[in-house]
């Protein structure tokens, strides 16, 4: 193995997380602080459609979403996803809050079934309180 290789290989990997919301509901913060606390316990392996539960509920337990499902952001196409430099790799990952209905229909058919479900419907992901599209 060559020496940039090695080091490339002991790179720490880091995740950023953002999302998209409304003007007026100023808990998205507290939502994406919740998804950290999860992942820096352990409890979660994070990759792209890795599904959080109660990130909405623990930050706002009176909203119509309760979890959030994490995905390869899609609403800003000019986000470089990977950025790569010697001393790390920083990877994107796009929070989208789902409903309960939501996160069992994920559990039956997948996470990637339940983003082509919210895709094809329409779905406003940057409304913390939409209707469930399942």
Known sequence: MEASEEVRAAARIRTELITVGRADYRLLSDVL????????????????????????????????TR??????????????????????VTTWLQAVPITDAELQFASRLGADELFTRLESAGADVSDIDRPSVV
């Open 33 to 64: 602080a919740q998804c950290a606390f999860q992942i820096a316990s352990g409890s979660l392996h994070v990759t792209p459609n890795t599904i959080v539960p109660n990130a909405v509920h623990a930050a706002d337990p009176d909203r119509s």
């Open 67 to 88: 979890h959030v499902l994490l995905v390869v952001p899609f609403i800003w196409s000019a986000l470089e996803i990977l950025v790569e430099r010697d001393e790390d």
